[in-house]
T-cell receptor, first 110, second 112 residues
């Protein structure tokens, strides 16, 4: 069965620092991969998706993710964290049946 | 209204009640989904509808009953729920089941 692992249920960074949220997937075929963000009391908002085009995918709010097949990873990064980035982030793979990771809660310290 | 809307946003019900959750999408999509988000657990897919036909039922108990009367509306009928069913229920839609899913804000359900 497909699975998605997000390393670290909580990540805390200082404002202006690099954000790195880790995601590893399991798939025997080229996957569709997604990052979603969930702000408090809201649903999930799509940040970016990988669909076997460019391996470096740029999303909204300055986020990007790099698909590395050799590492089965799809880590999310942002060069400079902002207070408004505080939220929960979910990595997912699949198409019709999305499989989600457990989520990573990102905290930004002033 | 734009995107995917869900009503009510919050719901408290007893174990003997019957209630319904409503989802409406304004994106012209033809596939809709119900997910359950419980504390400390990954999001779980419950049901998938494509062109108003149920194409996925992810081993969900019969106390949850979905209904998709048209491509814009999706309901989740609830009856005799258990306290462990308390969760955030998210609806999503997509244009085709292989395409990106767009989520509503969710209904936070508390079963007493």
């Amino acid at each position: 069965a497909q699975s998605v692992t997000q390393l670290g249920s909580h990540v805390s960074v200082s404002e202006g620092a690099l954000v790195l949220l880790r995601c590893n997937y399991s798939s025997s075929v080229p996957p569709y991969l997604f990052w979603y963000v969930q702000y408090p009391n809201q649903g999930l908002q799509l940040l970016l998706k990988y669909t076997s085009a460019a391996t470096l995918v740029k999303g909204i709010n300055g986020f990007e993710a790099e698909f590395k097949k050799s590492e089965t990873s799809f880590h999310l990064t942002k060069p400079s964290a902002h207070m408004r980035d505080a939220a929960e982030y979910f990595c997912a793979q699949g198409a019709q049946k999305l499989v989600f990771g457990q989520g990573t809660r990102l905290t930004i310290n002033p | 209204e734009t995107g995917v809307t869900q009503t009510p946003r919050h719901l408290v019900m007893g174990m003997t009640n019957k209630k319904s959750l409503k989802c409406e999408q304004h994106l012209g999509h033809n596939a809709m989904y119900w997910y359950k988000q419980s504390a400390k657990k990954p999001l779980e897919l419950m049901f998938v509808y494509s062109l108003e036909e149920r194409v996925e039922n992810n081993s969900v108990p019969s106390r949850f009953s979905p209904e998709c009367p048209n491509s814009s509306h999706l309901f989740l009928h609830l009856h005799t729920l258990q306290p462990e069913d308390s969760a955030l229920y998210l609806c999503a839609s997509s244009q085709g089941t292989q395409e990106t899913q767009y989520f509503g804000p969710g209904t936070r359900l508390l079963v007493l």
